[in-house]
């Protein structure tokens, strides 16, 4: 027993409460972690690390995961343009996978003996955090005093005060949670189920109202370029499309879904490239790939968002499913243009050397060039033969 125990650390009520809770009564050395998935700047960063520092912790570390985020999962999500209940970009869920298995792997690093998170019993995260470190550190106790203790965050402001913690204890009144695909807003609108929230809930305010045209440029399903600027840096390129679009209001939405625990959820989001790009790589795609191709993603991804959703990132199925996604984007590679506006967007458009709506093949509802009218009518017949046995066949 080396009495080391890392602590997902993000300086809130629980985790504060934790590394007291931790190194006061259950006496461990507590070596604080905070795993940013792009929501953090420097400053926001350095006064986390201040704070955890005047807590009395062993140790604090930051360690930034945005590429490797956008690596093994956001690059995944656009080509799947997966959208959790055809709204929801999973900007929460698809972070937490990313820092759990940061977490477990700093674990092995220093060889501690147990790992902590400020996790409610009432929520996903539990869940996610639990089956990662059950998976990558089996024998490493996990510790939850938030969840076993079953505390109230009264119980846990006494608490904190009784051993002199300095911290502003008063509770915002919405709870926000901002990585590179979107930021999650949750308050007392979101605990019902037809209240919308006011404008003053969303982190960005609405400042542009100007018509704007932006063409995002894809190479092979990833966005490389967004107007005459192009980008080596994918996150970079999400960042740029993120200051473009949010000022108009637009990747606002509540989120209606199932938690892993069996219960309904409703959680506000603002995620304005995330849903741009999703919607712009779809739109590329209808006109880059076949009908079955189209299909077949359609299914898998479906199955790779939900499996993700639910904390099942290590299953060996979504790296075949991840496989399977990267060999159909060979020909997903063009331009894409888009139109902002306040509270909303237009896609008026594609432009690619692989665009299989291709006027020598054929005029949708005007002219063919591949077939004769006779073929049709072999075609339709034959087509429809099935239909036509049965219903004659059944026909009194």
């Known amino acids: 027993m080396n009495n080391k125990i890392i602590l997902a650390f993000s300086g809130g009520l629980d985790t504060t409460y934790c590394a007291i809770y931790l190194k006061k009564i259950k006496n461990y050395e507590v070596h604080a972690i905070t795993v940013n998935t792009g929501g953090f700047n420097e400053d926001e ?22 590429e490797k985020y956008y690596e093994s999962c956001i690059k995944f999500l656009i080509f799947g343009n997966v959208l959790k209940n055809a709204t929801y970009p999973l900007s929460v869920s698809a972070e937490r996978m990313v820092q759990a298995i940061t977490v477990a792997d700093y674990a092995k690093q220093i060889n501690a003996d147990a790992v902590a998170h400020g996790s409610t019993g009432a929520g996903n995260d539990q869940i996610r955090f639990d089956m990662v ?28 005060r009784e051993n002199n913690v300095k911290m502003n204890f008063e509770k915002a009144a919405y709870s926000i949670n901002k990585g590179l695909w979107g930021t ?16 003053a809930a969303w982190p960005t305010p609405v400042t542009s109202s100007e018509e704007m045209q932006i063409v995002l440029s894809f190479k092979q399903g ?96 979504m790296r075949n499913i991840e496989s ?17 506006l ?36 072999g075609f339709a017949k034959i087509f429809g033969n099935q239909n036509t046995i049965y219903q004659l066949t059944h026909n009194k």
């Open 324 to 340: 399977f996604l990267t060999d159909t984007q060979k020909y997903v590679t063009g331009k894409v243009f888009v139109t902002l």
């Open 222 to 317: 990833e966005l490389v370029g967004i107007n005459d600027e192009v980008f080596e840096n994918k996150v970079a390129a999400i960042q740029a499309l993120h200051a473009l679009a949010q000022p108009y209001g637009i990747g606002r939405d509540i989120h209606v879904g199932d938690t892993i625990i069996g219960i309904k959820g409703r959680v506000g989001f603002e995620a304005a490239a995330s849903i741009i790009i999703i919607k712009a790589h779809h739109l590329l795609e209808k006109h880059t790939l076949t009908k079955n191709q189209l299909y077949w993603k359609d299914q898998l991804s479906t199955w790779y968002g939900n499996w993700l959703h639910e904390g099942q990132l290590l299953d060996p199925t």
């Open 184 to 199: 999650s807003v949750g308050g007392k609108e979101t605990l019902t189920s037809k209240d919308y929230l006011p404008d």
């Open 133 to 160: 470190f059950q998976t990558m550190i089996p024998d490493v106790e996990i510790v939850t005093p938030i969840r076993d203790l079953r505390l109230s965050r009264e119980d846990e402001i006494k608490f904190l």
């Open 342 to 377: 306040p509270y909303r967007y237009l896609l008026t458009g594609i432009e690619s050397e692989n665009d299989l709506m291709n006027n020598k093949f054929g005029s949708y509802g005007e002219m063919n060039n591949s077939w004769s009218g006779d073929d049709v009518k």
């Open 45 to 66: 960063v350095a006064a986390i690390k201040k704070h955890a520092e005047d807590l009395g912790v062993a140790s604090y570390t930051c360690i930034d995961v945005t």
